[in-house]
């Protein structure tokens, strides 16, 4: 199978999207590639676990992409290996009165992960500069007060909004938090598949919604805020990487090795040092439940 390397995927310069691929040949098969994942799965659950005993970082995993992009089921195959109380999940939909009653980054904020644990955001705080941003009267929702028409929604408000967002990550990663952003990058045509798919098997209709149909009607507008994300808010604390995400099982390998790879250089990542008194003890413990 193709060796990989996670900078192939970094954004760490300014990008064109629709330069960015949307497929990964890894010269395998999908048999091969779903071991891989497997494998490497295994070794992300065993780290957590030492991470857990660490309890000193925290991972914060974040997956944005169009309708169709595989956000369920890469979390469902990339953590199945896990420990169940070594990661969560949170979906985020449409806002709540109750959220809507604060700041728009206090719903993602009360939900991060604690240290020794990995959250998932499926769909993010980004959420923020891209459905609204292409449905900018959804912000007058939010009750800010220096918004009283759909005009104040302008450049300067985005402007400001991704300041907002850039310093929520930094904050949160000079705090101990491990932050990696994955865009599930999937074509038009394979996203006009899936929805076919949703539509002719049975089972996968309940998926199906005409709201699908018309969030697909603003394709380039989403691409064009999409493109804008990648180049304001990668950083070196807080990077996004294009997920060719046209074939799953790829596209969860890849994410899979992306957070091992950058994990392992983590070299303070331990499981503690036992206390010398009980190190010095150990022998005797041992002794006293064989003998009860």
Not at 23 to 50: H, P, Y
Not at 154 to 169: G, S, T, V
């Amino acid at each position: 199978m193709k060796t990989i390397s996670r900078d192939d995927f970094k954004i760490s310069t300014k990008i064109n999207i629709k330069e960015l691929p949307s497929i990964c040949d890894l010269e395998a098969s999908k048999k091969n590639i779903t071991d891989a994942l497997t494998f490497v799965s295994k070794k992300l659950g065993k780290l957590q676990n030492t991470m857990y005993a660490h309890d000193k970082y925290a991972v914060l995993v974040c997956l944005q992409g169009m309708d169709t992009s595989g956000k369920d089921s890469l979390v469902r195959e990339v953590f199945k290996n896990f420990n169940a109380r070594g990661v969560i999940v949170h979906s985020f939909k449409v806002p709540t009165e109750l959220e809507l009653g604060h700041d728009y980054l206090w719903r993602h904020y009360i939900v991060l992960p604690e240290r020794g644990k990995f959250g998932v955001f499926n769909r993010t705080h980004y959420e923020n500069v891209l459905v609204t941003r292409v449905h900018p009267n959804y912000i007058l929702g939010e009750k800010i007060p220096s918004v009283k028409s759909i005009d104040d929604v302008n450049e300067a408000f985005w402007d400001k909004r991704f300041e907002q967002i850039n310093n929520f990550e930094k904050h949160i990663a000079e705090n101990g938090t491990i932050i990696f952003k994955f865009f599930l990058n999937i074509s038009k045509e394979e996203q006009r598949k899936r929805l076919i798919r949703r539509l002719d098997k049975k089972e996968k209709n309940w998926k199906f919604s005409p709201g699908d149909l018309k969030e697909r009607i603003h394709w380039d507008a989403y691409q064009s805020c999409y493109e804008d994300v990648l180049n304001r808010s990668s950083k070196p604390h807080a990077p996004w990487y294009n997920i060719p995400a046209d074939d799953k099982a790829t596209a969860r390998y890849i994410v899979a090795k992306i957070m091992y790879d950058t994990l392992i250089k983590y070299t303070d990542i331990q499981e503690p040092e036992l206390d010398d008194d009980i190190k010095e003890n150990l022998k005797l413990y041992k002794e006293q439940l064989k003998n009860e």
